[in-house]
């Protein structure tokens, strides 16, 4: 049979992590290229040799999207297999439309091929959408399970937005490791609220790496999702959080309803901020999904560190970036702590600068709100800029960082944190008695 020509469609994750699961010195294939979307930036690098394999020893070459029908055309692709997450069950369609128009095949692959197995237990902590409360689902579990006496490590979805062969497999202990990865905002907001927990977090590209090493200091794996993608490990436990802020999205977003399909527990999150008939619906469409899962009722609540700072003032408020921007999400948890204290929130859009400006007319639905983006240094510093050209009294800043470790802001910082109720804590509690994870 003749070796087939395929690229991979990604967004610097899940495109890889397929690639060295399943194309990786397979001699029935030829990886011709991958192409980026998502994450600015990303699709200006090469996959290295290094981790690419023997049969690629001059890497592959990563190029934008929008190049994708010549790209087809040109390499004489047979496969393109689609590789990144969170966006509509339509979108992926009309992805598949374009690739089949070209002559190609469009391939999903599934967790068979792509789960690595653990010789340690393994809790997964997946969603439906991006910014449903993935980490601080996470965050419960590991303290619950430290405890009780268990050495957790948490392994991070790929991030990978620098350097590949540096990022090949990391470790974050302390805010020495941040620095030294030279993370991005992004990636700062998933990794510092675990190391602040007092938990080691893995993160980078090899998998099957990143893995064994884990292994070497853990008894129990938490695997963090990123956006909506399923796990990248076989689980002894799977945990899917669905949101009611985006009731219905749970059945119309890729992957999100594979997750919601395969839960072994289905956490539905924020019951406390969303409308009484949006939580029915996402109880409905699990139950009706999946009966079998576990359903739990999640409270999120939102506490802000300096409330005299904000309270009755003019504010610019800032929201975890990803969660606003192609999470759907309008408004977050800094907008709830707004409204809370009777603040006057400005509207960012009319301060925005550079790449910052033009998110506003990529994502129409952003109204007020700035999300904090951050993939490059210029974008930080465009972020920066935005803020302290913000005419208000104050700052809320709702992102899972202290962004004033990271921007000279001139204006008070009032930070806001959210962690799991206490109600669905005691029941993941139960749970993981239930299945021996505690004694």
């Given amino acids: 049979m003749a070796m087939k020509n395929v690229i991979i469609m990604g967004a ?41 394999g023997r049969l690629y020893k001059k890497g592959i070459p990563i190029y934008p999207e929008e190049k994708l029908p010549q790209l087809i055309r040109k390499l004489k692709v047979d496969d393109v297999v689609f ?43 997946c969603a439906v959408r991006t910014g449903a409360g993935k980490s601080q689902t996470t965050r419960a579990i590991a303290k619950m399970l430290k405890k009780h006496g268990e050495k957790v490590a ?29 993370v991005t905002i992004e990636e700062r907001e998933e990794y510092e609220p675990h190391i602040n927990a007092g938990f080691v977090v893995y993160a980078g590209v090899d998998y099957e790496k990143i893995l064994r090493k884990a292994e070497k200091e853990s008894n129990v794996i938490i695997f963090d999702g990123g956006n909506n993608d399923f796990s990248f490990f ?19 977003y890729h992957p999100g309803e594979t997750n919601l399909r395969m ?62 921007t192609h999470g759907g999400m309008p408004y977050g948890a800094g907008t709830i702590a707004a ?14 600068v550079g ?13 007020k709100e700035l999300p904090a983006m951050g993939y490059s240094t210029r974008q930080t510093k465009e972020l920066q800029e935005t803020i302290n050209r913000a005419k208000c009294d104050a700052v809320i800043d709702a992102t899972p960082v202290n962004l004033s470790r990271i921007l000279k802001v001139n204006k008070p910082i009032a930070n806001v944190s959210y962690e799991l109720g206490e109600e669905a804590s005691r029941q993941l509690h139960s749970l993981l008695k239930k299945l021996k994870f505690i004694k």
Avoid: W
Wanted: proline fraction near 5%; aromatic fraction near 8%; glycine fraction near 4%.
């Fill in 12 to 52: 610097g994750g899940r495109d890889f992590h397929n690639f060295l699961m399943h194309f990786k010195d397979n001699s029935a294939y030829n990886v011709v290229a991958f192409t980026a979307t998502q994450i600015p930036g990303i699709e200006k690098r090469k996959f290295p040799a290094s981790l690419a």
């Fill in 83 to 125: 590789a990144y997450s969170d966006v509509s069950h339509e979108y992926v369609m009309h992805k598949a439309s374009l690739v089949l128009s070209c002559g190609a095949n469009f391939v999903l692959l599934g967790p068979k091929d792509t789960m690595l197995k653990s010789k340690k237990k393994v809790i997964s902590v």
């Fill in 154 to 182: 948490i392994i991070r979805h790929s991030m990978p937005y620098g350097n590949l062969e540096k990022q090949a497999v990391q470790r974050f202990a302390n805010y020495k490791d941040l620095k030294k990865n030279k």
């Fill in 234 to 252: 076989k689980s002894d436990l799977y945990i899917v959080v669905a949101d009611p802020h985006r009731a219905g999205h749970e059945l119309a």
């Fill in 263 to 324: 839960a072994d527990a289905v956490i539905i999150n924020k019951v406390d901020s969303a409308r009484r008939e949006d939580i029915k619906t996402v109880i409905r469409n699990a139950k009706n999904t999946n009966p079998k899962a576990k359903i739990i009722l999640a409270k999120s609540p939102v506490t802000v560190d300096s409330p005299e700072l904000i309270k009755n003032k003019k504010v610019i408020v800032i929201e975890d970036g990803p969660t606003i």
């Fill in 339 to 352: 409204r809370r204290y009777n603040c006057g929130i400005i509207d960012a859009r009319k301060h925005a």
């Fill in 355 to 367: 790449s910052i400006k033009e998110l506003y007319k990529k994502y129409p639905h952003l109204k």
